[in-house]
C-alpha cells in the first residue's frame, strides 16, 4: 500500500493479558516510530528504528513493552501483563531520511486503539 | 512536563477568515518546528514546517510564524475552508538531535460554512 499500514485497528485485552501490534511501514523508509497516544494527549514517543537497528528506546514506559524490526521493515510492538494505564492508541510512523529532524517528515499510520478490561 | 503548550484547545471560525493557533515551548534547544493535522480515526498528517533559522514560511493557505526569543510559533490559516476542520498538533525537536518528536495536546479547529 501507499501509506504506513497498522493492525489490528483496535484491539480489547483483559487485565494481565499480552498484545502484539503490527506496523507496515512505506516500502523502502529507514526510519520507524512508535508513539502513543492518549486520550486528549498528544502522541508521546516510545521507541526510535534505523532500519533494524532500535536507537532509542528510552520512551517505553516500563519494561513490559518490547519492540522488534528484525528484518528492518514491518515492526512490532509487544505489550506484556497489560494494565489499565495502557489503553490508548498506538502510533506507528515512517520516514524516509534518517529521522524526523532530517527535513523528512513522519508518515503516520491510522493507529492501533487498545482498551484494556 | 509538558515541553510543548498548546492552549485553547478549540477554535471555531467562519469560512474563509483567519485561522491562528498558537504553540509555546520550554526547551530552548529545540531548533525545527511541525504541525501536523489529524481527522478523527487517522493519524497525523504533515502540514508544515519550520527551523530556527527562519521566522516565517509559507505554504499555500498556511503560513508558520517563529518567535525565538519568546519560544512561541504559530500556525495561520488563510483561507480557512470547511476541510480544514480537524485538531492540529504542534511539534518540536532538534535538527541533527535524538529523533524524538515533542507534540502539543492539540486545538481542535472547526469551519464554520
Known amino acids: 500500500g501507499a501509506g504506513v499500514s497498522q493492525s489490528p485497528r483496535y484491539k480489547v485485552a483483559k487485565r494481565g493479558q499480552d498484545v502484539a501490534l503490527r506496523c507496515d511501514p512505506i516500502?523502502?523508509?529507514?526510519?520507524l516510530f512508535w508513539y502513543q497516544q492518549a486520550l486528549g494527549q498528544g502522541p508521546e514517543f516510545l521507541t526510535y528504528f534505523q532500519n533494524e537497528a532500535q536507537l532509542d528506546k528510552s520512551g517505553l514506559p516500563s519494561d513490559r513493552f518490547f519492540a522488534e524490526r528484525p528484518e528492518g521493515s514491518v515492526s512490532t510492538l509487544k505489550i506484556q501483563r497489560t494494565q489499565q494505564e495502557d489503553s490508548a492508541v498506538y502510533l506507528c510512523a515512517s520516514s524516509l531520511g534518517l529521522g524526523t529532524g532530517y527535513n523528512s517528515p513522519l508518515h503516520f499510520g491510522n493507529g492501533t486503539r487498545l482498551t484494556v478490561t | 512536563d509538558q515541553q510543548v503548550k498548546q492552549n485553547s484547545p478549540s477554535l471555531s471560525v467562519q469560512e474563509g477568515r483567519i485561522s491562528i493557533l498558537n504553540c509555546d515551548y520550554t526547551n530552548s534547544m529545540f531548533d525545527y518546528f511541525l504541525w501536523y493535522k489529524k481527522y478523527p480515526a487517522e493519524g497525523p498528517t504533515f502540514l508544515i514546517s519550520i527551523s530556527s533559522i527562519k521566522d516565517k514560511n509559507e505554504d499555500g493557505r498556511f503560513t508558520v510564524f517563529l518567535n525565538k526569543s519568546a519560544k512561541h510559533l504559530s500556525l495561520h490559516i488563510v483561507p480557512s475552508q470547511p476541510g480544514d476542520s480537524a485538531v492540529y498538533f504542534c511539534a518540536a525537536t532538534l535538527y541533527y538531535g535524538n529523533n524524538r518528536l515533542a507534540f502539543g495536546k492539540g486545538n481542535q479547529v472547526v469551519v464554520i460554512p
Open positions: 516500502s523502502g523508509h529507514v526510519s
